[in-house]
């Protein structure tokens, strides 16, 4: 109950396209959801987060999509350029139970490829 | 602010050595994370500090995996003895009350 599952593993896309990766949980008293962004040799950088009262977050060329009820939510990055070439990994917390504290279930990420 | 600092960047040492990784969070939060990432698990999440007291260990491995956090700005994980299939990139992060986990820039470990 506690995983998060992204899919695609990876993707491959043209500049200007818009890569779009999904994430599914199933713990319903998850109540943020981020998403981090990573550079080979680096570590995970937060590139925007959601909470559930909202369906959609812009920020940028990056936008979040969030589904309630299907317990979904996705990533799209409009315009896509070759340097948004990364790996991306949804996460989910409990903001809830304070025992919980910041704990992030991360998906198993997603691999994208931007040609030039 | 520098962020997270981690060192060592790189190790290399031999099967049976003791490994020590140590980490400084982000002045002022007060949650701090040790992840552990390789291609075939991902990033697993090994222990996390609220307040310098250990919340949940659940992640670590085996009893060869330690961590400690002696103060708010400094925090260490250390393998004793290590073996070749802990080698992999270890993660530190940060965060206050706002979530947002801001991590370091790895140590990649490789344990001959």
């Known amino acids: 109950q506690q995983q998060v599952k992204q899919s695609p593993q990876s993707l491959i896309v043209q500049k200007g396209g818009i890569p779009i990766i999904n994430c599914a949980y199933e713990n319903t008293a998850f109540d943020y959801f981020p998403w981090y962004q990573q550079f080979p040799g680096k570590g995970p950088a937060l590139l925007i987060a959601i909470r559930p009262d909202v369906s959609e977050k812009k920020e940028g060329r990056f936008t979040i999509s969030f589904n309630k009820s299907a317990k979904q939510f996705s990533l799209h990055i409009m315009d896509s350029q070759p340097g948004d070439s990364a790996t991306y990994f949804c996460a989910a917390s409990i903001g809830k139970i304070k025992a919980a504290g910041n704990k992030l279930t991360f998906g198993g990420g997603t691999r994208v490829l931007v040609k030039p | 602010d520098a962020g997270v600092i981690q060192s060592p960047r790189h190790e290399v040492t031999e099967m049976g050595q003791e490994v020590t990784l140590r980490c400084k969070p982000i002045?002022?939060?007060?949650?701090l994370f040790w992840y552990r990432q390789t291609m075939m698990r991902g990033l697993e999440l090994l222990i996390y500090?609220?307040?310098?007291?250990?919340?949940?260990d659940s992640g670590m491995p085996e009893d060869r995996f330690s961590a400690k956090m002696p103060n708010a700005s400094f925090s260490t994980l250390k393998i004793q003895p290590s073996e070749p299939r802990d080698s992999a990139v270890y993660f530190c992060?940060?965060?206050?009350?706002?979530?947002?986990?801001?991590f370091g820039p790895g140590t990649r470990l490789t344990v001959l």
């Open positions: 002045s002022g939060h007060d949650y």
């Open positions: 500090f609220n307040n310098n007291v250990p919340i949940d």
């Open positions: 992060a940060s965060s206050s009350d706002s979530k947002a986990q801001f």
